[in-house]
T-cell receptor, first 114, second 118 residues
């Protein structure tokens, strides 16, 4: 009965490859997010998305693209992986974009690019 | 300017004692939420406590309480009766109602690593 799940938990790949990380939430939330946690533990928003609008953080390279087949899923696709993409990626969800609703996080995906 | 500032990169506390983790924030939005998350060494992000900008009383959740001082723009987390399992990274975060159409994404501080000593 996991609320927000991500697969895989660990991902090791070579530079230049394309990879995807899947995220699913069973909370009935309408807004989902992707965050990146760097090696210094700093968490930063990459995307926020509901069924109407995608907001992209302007610092995110266009090699990263979110794909949402339905309201419960927001997958992250990464093209031409680079060494600097190594990080932990967290998916999260919330009910709307209200500042008064907490966000629930997935367990994270540790991506290592060799 | 940083929107969320956590000035304590690391802290130690003796088991069973109380500890305060500092957080200050910067916003001009009258509507915002303040959150604390715990990240143990296993890596998951665990929601601890929330305070809304219009809440009159400080939030409490079990051993966690949030010392909200709106005029000073601070939202310190107080953990009472520390336990060994409280050793973790703690992140303060804010959601604003109208920040650039962000749909309310969280803005995080850099975190405080808390170590509880037996």
């Amino acid at each position: 009965d996991t609320a927000v799940s991500q697969t895989p938990k660990y991902l090791v790949t070579q530079m230049g490859n394309d990879k995807s990380i899947k995220c699913e939430q069973n909370l009935g939330h309408d807004t989902m997010y992707w965050y990146k946690q760097d090696s210094k533990k700093f968490l930063k928003i990459m995307f926020s998305y509901n069924n109407k609008e995608l907001i992209i953080n302007e610092t995110v390279p266009n090699r990263f693209s979110p794909k949402s087949p339905d309201k419960a899923h927001l997958n992250l696709h990464i093209n031409s992986l680079e060494l600097g993409d190594s990080a932990v990626y967290f998916c999260a969800s919330s009910l709307g974009g209200s500042p008064y609703n907490e966000q629930f996080f997935g367990p994270g995906t540790r991506l290592t690019v060799l | 300017a940083q929107k969320i500032t956590q000035t304590q990169p690391g802290m130690f506390v003796q088991e069973k004692e109380a500890v305060t983790l500092d957080c200050t924030y910067d916003t001009s939005d009258p509507s915002y939420g303040l959150f604390w998350y715990k990240q143990p060494s296993s890596g998951e992000m665990i929601f601890l406590i929330y305070q809304g900008s219009y809440d009159q009383q400080n939030a409490t959740e079990g051993r966690y309480s949030l010392n909200f001082q709106k005029a000073r723009k601070s939202a310190n987390l107080v953990i009472s009766a520390s336990q060994l399992g409280d050793s973790a990274m703690y992140f303060c975060a804010m959601r604003e109602a109208s920040y650039g159409g962000s749909q309310g994404n969280l803005i995080f501080g850099k975190g405080t690593k808390l170590s509880v000593k037996p």
